[in-house]
């Protein structure tokens, strides 16, 4: 089993910044892939961002690219997810997951994510106009 708990959400204005944290415990860390999923209100959950067991590859969707920065501290056992340029809709509750199958992390798709292993509580995330 692995445990997962996001932290850093909150408020902020438009333009603004947050750094997400996500601690994991219980199972190597290094050897999953880490991945940040959103839900806004009324919506699907969704992919942001993914980062390899080793950190030397990641991936973004596009509506964040060039925005959000994903990270992660093997030794520390965390994953972090930097958002800058906040917009009112980036709003969401931000989930973190990990899983040691490639696809079910990084393809981003909901039969993929449907398949992840673990999840943690979320986060919420609210950008004010």
Not at 47 to 60: D, E, H, K, L, P
Not at 109 to 127: H, K, L
Request: aromatic letters at 12%.
């Amino acid at each position: 089993q692995v445990q997962l708990v996001e932290s850093g959400g909150g408020l902020v204005q438009a333009g603004g910044s947050l750094r997400l944290s996500c601690a994991a415990s219980g199972r190597t860390f290094s050897n999953y892939h880490m991945g940040w999923f959103r839900q806004a209100p009324g919506k699907e959950r969704e992919f942001v961002s993914a980062i390899t067991q080793s950190g030397s590859n990641t991936r973004y969707a596009e509506s964040v690219k060039g925005r959000f920065t994903i990270s992660r501290d093997n030794a520390k056992n965390t994953v972090y997810l930097q958002m800058n340029s906040l917009a009112p809709e980036d709003t969401a509750v931000y989930y973190c997951a990990a899983d040691s199958v490639y696809r079910r992390i990084f393809y981003g798709r909901r039969p993929e994510m449907s398949e992840i292993d673990y999840w943690g509580q979320g986060t919420q995330v609210t950008v004010s106009s």
